[in-house]
């Protein structure tokens, strides 16, 4: 059992989230702050203290003695990531900076009991912990799929996962583990670490489409991440293209998850060739084997990529975004095979949206876990919420 840091003062997290952008003097922390010189000079030898804080050098001078600099110190305290994304799990250990420091994977399959699987999380999450000092643990960050009372820490239903419906997944964590959870949507995690430490820094309107077991897109709309109601804002996954298309497991036909997910690839194909295709294969074959041009794999591919043109394409338009990110397997397709992703979103917008809209493909690695720990990251240095 882990014991939770104390919370600092109001003032000390305003100086904290200054330095989490960089080093800053005495003068600059006053200005961007609004704290009095004693007070911040008071506040910094407290956080010098708890290693937060070290000095960092020298700055430039403006026409008297060189400033002295103040750095945060990103590793002394840290957060514990979990993300679940049947089948399988991870958790991670996340510095204040965004920096993923370690991860294990974990056995999880959505027909598990549930308080096994966060259990072995749990294990997991100790182990990464390994030696560290009381205190330096700050919290719990868990993104997961599916609709989710965020407040409450509960998951209402994971797709398929018919196991996963109102498990309070926030509890069973903080009693095991001792320390404050917090749960997000995964694709809203994935938005919030590209925002975070991603090509997104600086945006204030952009989405994340994730395509993979499910589609989703996370909304950073306005400086903030929104998740609605359930949870799970953007889930475009079940937005109808072809009202007479395949039917799909939510009890509708057509949706774009019934065509672009990674499961729809390997049904898909075997359903259209099956003397062709006696297995079924993996997406990694499906997506390679249409890649050389072969059928039926280039067929499905090249519907999984209208459907998701489709998608995203009136995403932009009910949200205004000019700029989409994609995660999954499409960020790892060559440029010839994803420029009819493109295409085909590009082809369904009007042209003054059309002219300055932009896809671009994530970079992050573990941007699930990443983004996990934001939330946690941000509430221990006092930060505004980035997350609705």
């Known amino acids: 059992m882990r014991t939770a840091p104390p919370d600092l003062p109001r003032n000390a ?23 009095s010189p004693l007070t911040v000079r008071r506040y910094l030898h407290a956080l010098e203290t708890l290693r937060l804080v070290v000095p960092a050098g020298l700055g430039r001078s403006n026409g008297g003695r060189q ?30 900076n965004g920096r993923v420091v370690a991860t294990r994977q974990v056995a999880a399959a959505g027909e598990e009991d549930p308080v096994l699987v966060l259990e072995r999380l749990s294990h997991a999450a100790e182990e990464l912990l390994g030696d560290t000092a009381p205190g330096q ?40 583990l001792g320390l404050p959870s917090l749960l997000v949507h995964d694709t809203a995690a994935m938005a919030l670490a590209e925002q975070e430490v991603g090509d997104a820094r600086g945006e204030r309107h952009f989405a994340f489409v994730l395509a993979e077991e499910g589609v989703g897109a996370g909304l950073f709309l306005d400086g903030t991440v929104y998740q609605g109601a359930f949870g799970n804002a953007g889930l475009i996954g079940h937005m109808t293209i072809r009202p007479d298309g395949r039917p799909c497991y ?33 997406p ?22 209208d459907a998701l043109g489709i998608a ?20 790892s397709l060559p440029d010839p ?21 932009e896809i671009r493909y994530s970079r992050i690695r573990e941007a699930g876990l990443v983004g996990a720990a934001v939330p946690v990251i941000h509430r221990f240095l006092g930060m505004s919420a980035a997350v609705q």
């Open 13 to 35: 997290r305003a100086i904290l989230a200054v330095l989490r952008h960089g080093t800053s003097s005495v003068g600059d922390l006053e200005r961007l702050t609004g704290l």
């Open 67 to 96: 400033p002295r600099l103040y750095a945060l110190v990103s590793d002394s305290r840290l957060a514990l990531a979990m993300h679940l994304r049947f089948p399988g799990a991870s958790v991670a250990t996340v510095e204040l």
């Open 137 to 176: 643990a700050i919290g719990i960050g868990v993104a997961l799929p599916g609709y989710a009372d965020l407040h409450r820490g509960v998951s209402l239903r994971i797709g398929r996962a018919l196991a996963w419906r109102d498990v309070p997944v926030g509890d069973i964590l903080a009693r095991r």
């Open 250 to 282: 939510c009890g509708n036909q057509g949706c774009v998850e019934s065509y672009a997910s990674t499961r729809a690839l390997c049904e898909r194909s075997t359903e259209m060739a099956p003397r062709d295709v006696p297995q079924p294969p993996t």
């Open 284 to 305: 990694l074959e499906v997506v390679q084997r249409a890649i050389d041009g072969q059928e039926p794999f280039r067929t499905v591919l090249t519907d999984a990529l």
């Open 312 to 331: 995203i394409a009136n995403l932009a338009k009910v949200l205004g975004v000019q700029t989409v990110f994609i995660g999954g397997y499409p960020a």
């Open 337 to 357: 095979t994803r420029a009819r992703l493109v295409e085909v979103a590009r082809a369904h917008l009007q042209p003054p949206l059309r002219a300055s809209f």
